[in-house]
């Protein structure tokens, strides 16, 4: 990922007609025609929704990256749910042992006090 990026030409609703400089790190930068600005984007994200890339072959490469992230992402997704359902099956199962607790106590105390009434 990177070098067959830089150069590419890509456009922006809102900064226009650019070029990308530089790819690092999963961002790119952008240096744009409209006032000479550069912007930073989150590498392939950005094209999901804001960039495109005006070259059929980036386009193609971006595309790939940009299927490639969103798998990424839906599978630390499914970690996480399949994480938090088992520590709420945990915390499930703990106040269940708690409450099982609780009325062997309770039911204790009144057997004990219903042994002394009786003494």
Known sequence: M???LIGAAVSHARFGHGAIETVEDRYVTVAFDKDHVEKTFQYPDAFEKFISAEDPAVAAIVK???????AQRQKEEAEMSANIRTALDKIAEVQKQAEEKKKATRSKSR??????EYA
């Open 2 to 4: 990177g070098e067959d």
């Open 111 to 116: 057997k004990t006090d219903a042994d002394e």
């Open 64 to 70: 790939k990256d940009l299927q490639a992230a969103i």
